[in-house]
């Protein structure tokens, strides 16, 4: 079992920047993959960026490449969202999981990961 805790969400002005984080507790943080997705009011979790277990491979959803960037510290069993240069579209809640080992490049689905936090508001202003 892992839980996850997601943290950083807030308030800010489209060109800004936050850092979400997702804290983990239980065993193995680092057998797992890890992902962010978010979920905009009426629409469906669309996938934003996953990492590989150990070599910090990644993989970024389109709209979000060249802005966002996903990182982990297996020794403090974290992972992180840096997210720079927002846009009111990116307003959403935004999600972590685990899921995995399977190949980085399939992990663009919410229904391979196996736990999830609870989720952060992120709201861009125009």
């Known amino acids: 079992q892992v839980q996850l805790v997601e943290s950083g969400g807030g308030l800010v002005q489209a060109g800004g920047s936050l850092r979400l984080s997702c804290g983990a507790s239980g065993r193995s943080f680092s057998s797992y993959v890890m992902g962010w997705f978010r979920q905009a009011p009426g629409k469906e979790r669309d996938f934003v960026a996953a990492i590989s277990r150990s070599f910090g491979n990644t993989n970024y959803a389109d709209s979000v490449k060249g802005r966002f960037t996903i990182s982990r510290d297996n020794a403090k069993n974290t992972v992180y969202l840096q997210m720079n240069s927002l846009k009111p579209e990116d307003t959403a809640v935004y999600y972590c999981?685990?899921?995995?080992?399977?190949?980085?490049?399939?992990?663009?689905?919410?229904?391979?990961?196996?736990?999830w936090g609870q989720g952060t508001q992120v709201t861009v202003s125009s």
């Open positions: 999981a685990a899921g995995g080992p399977r190949p980085l490049a399939t992990m663009n689905q919410f229904n391979l990961y196996d736990y």
